[in-house]
Each structure stands twice: as structure tokens, then as C-alpha cells.
């Protein structure tokens, strides 16, 4: 149980929460105790099954839609949270697309998708976070193991959370005196629809071996990772990247 706050319960938004890495943490914050605001792009049927799997297990959560680059729907995010719980203590940015192609077939619009997406909805994100996170609070954002990794086709993905890791110490410090950290996760090959989606069975296996650890993360590996960054143990760990990723560096 999460009780950074004496008082009161806790309060999360998890953009992202529809699938994979999200709805892990959605679900894992929810067991911690905290009401969860679980944030879709698409799938609202899919984040609908995450608040009712929330709410079946004794937990309170509501799902917000919207593209995470649109600052008013990032707005109306916080909204809600601030509406039906009283404000906001913990956010968690997992939504993130990702488009692979080398730089010299790259189609520039596509570029401009995901920088949308993963720079602009990150500082959408992240704008509000600072804005509205009470203390003590938590903002983890998303990075990549590719960052370090370096590998071929990933240019676009890799220079979008390239910009992640680059504004997380910069958000920390900007924050000082509020009693919030900003880290963010930089997850390795870990088995969700990102990840596995467009992959023969040969490469899948192939990055399982990656880590010495020999194995795909799950996303319930990256929530755990989470979870300590946005608990009470995880609270002097301010600005940094976290790569969960099984030992691949
Ligand atoms: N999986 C990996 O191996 C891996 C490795 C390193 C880093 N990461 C990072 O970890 C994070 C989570 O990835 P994942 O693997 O869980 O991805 P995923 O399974 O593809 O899920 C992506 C989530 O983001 C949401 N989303 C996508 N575009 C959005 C938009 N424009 N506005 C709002 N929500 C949007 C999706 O909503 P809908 O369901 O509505 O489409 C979905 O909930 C991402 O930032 C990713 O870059 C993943």
C-alpha cells in the first residue's frame, strides 16, 4: 500500500493505460491504493475493461480519451482527476507510438507523427504535470533503451525519446521547492503491441536474448519500476532515466 500522503487516498493519471506497459501500471497503482484516471487514444473499450477490472477488484478509476498531443484533452485529463478524486499525486506518461524506417527512406510526415505524439504529448504532459502534481508527487515519463542501443531504423523513435530523456533532469530542477520528482523509464524489449506487433518470431527471440537476464520484459516488469518511482521508497530518486531493461547495457 502506497501512503505517501497520511491522509488521504492517492491519485494517478496513466496515459497509456489502455494497453501494455500502461494498463500495468494502471492496474498495479490501483492495488497500491490509488484511483486511477486511465487515458486512451483509441480503445476506449480497452480502457473501459482496465476501470472495470479496477473496480471489481475494490479500486476506483475512469477512463479519459484523447490524443496525449492535444493540450486541451491533456487539460481535461487532469480535470477529471481533479473532479472526481480532488487532484492529482502521481503521472505516469506511457502512451508512445513508434514508426521504424532507415533515415534515408524515412517519410518525413511520418517523422512529424511521432514527434507529435512522443515530444509534443510528452511536454503536453508534462506542462500539466508541473503545473497541477501536488506534493509529495511523481511524474515518470518514457524513454527507450534504443536510446543508448543505437539500432538501425529506429532514428525517428529513438531522436523523439532522445528529447524525453533531455527535458526529465531540466523538469526536476524546474520543480524544486514542490516536493515532485520527474524520472523517466527507459524500458528494454518488453512484450506488449508495440513491441511485438510487425516482428517474425526469429527477431522476437532474437532480443529476448539481449538481456543477460535472457528473457522479454513483461509490462508488469516496467510497473513494478514504476511503482517504486511514484512510492514513498522511490522518492529520492529525482531526474534520472531508469533503464529497466534486464541488464542489456
Ligand atoms: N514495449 C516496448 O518494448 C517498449 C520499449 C521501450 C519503451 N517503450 C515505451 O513505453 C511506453 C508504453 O509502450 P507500450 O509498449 O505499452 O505501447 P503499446 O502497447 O503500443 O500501447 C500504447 C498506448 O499508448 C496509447 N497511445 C498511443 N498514441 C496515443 C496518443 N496519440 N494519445 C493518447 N494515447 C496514445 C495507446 O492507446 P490506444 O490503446 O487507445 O491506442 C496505448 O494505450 C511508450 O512510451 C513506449 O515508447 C516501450
Redesign the pocket.
Known amino acids: 500500500m502506497d501512503t505517501n500522503n497520511n491522509d488521504t487516498f492517492r491519485v494517478a493519471i496513466v ?9 500495468a501500471t494502471a492496474l498495479r497503482l490501483a492495488e497500491g491504493g490509488y484511483a486511477v484516471v486511465v ?6 473499450a ?2 473501459d475493461k482496465v476501470v472495470a477490472q479496477i473496480e471489481e477488484r475494490g479500486g476506483r478509476a475512469v477512463a479519459a ?5 492535444d493540450g486541451g ?1 491533456v487539460r481535461a485529463m487532469f480535470d477529471t482527476a481533479e473532479q472526481e478524486y480532488g487532484g492529482v499525486d502521481a503521472v505516469v ?6 514508426r521504424l524506417a532507415p533515415v534515408a527512406e524515412l517519410d518525413l510526415d511520418d517523422l512529424d507523427r511521432t514527434l507529435r ?2 515530444v509534443r ?1 510528452t511536454f503536453a504532459v508534462a506542462q500539466q504535470a508541473a503545473r497541477r502534481l501536488r506534493g509529495p508527487g511523481a511524474l515518470v515519463l ?5 536510446v543508448p542501443l543505437a539500432f538501425p531504423t529506429y532514428g525517428a ?1 529513438s531522436a523523439s ?1 532522445g528529447a524525453v530523456e533531455a527535458l526529465t533532469p531540466i523538469l526536476a530542477k524546474e520543480l524544486r521547492g514542490r516536493d515532485v520528482t520527474v524520472n523517466a ?11 511485438l506487433d510487425g516482428k517474425s518470431e526469429e527477431q522476437i527471440a532474437g532480443l529476448a536474448k539481449l538481456p543477460p537476464l535472457e528473457r522479454l ?1 513483461t ?1 508488469e516488469d ?1 510497473a513494478a519500476a514504476v511503482a517504486f518511482l511514484v512510492g514513498p521508497d522511490g522518492h529520492w530518486v529525482n531526474g534520472q532515466v531508469l533503464r529497466a531493461n534486464g541488464g542489456i547495457i
Open positions: 496515459t497509456g493505460g489502455s494497453r501494455g506497459i500502461g494498463r487515458g486512451y487514444s483509441a480503445n476506449e480497452e480502457a480519451g484523447g490524443d496525449v498531443s484533452v506518461h506511457a502512451a508512445g507510438q513508434m505524439v512522443n504529448g518514457f524513454s527507450t533503451t534504443v523513435y525519446k523509464v527507459a524500458p528494454g524489449p518488453t512484450a506488449t503491441d508495440m513491441f520484459g509490462a516496467i
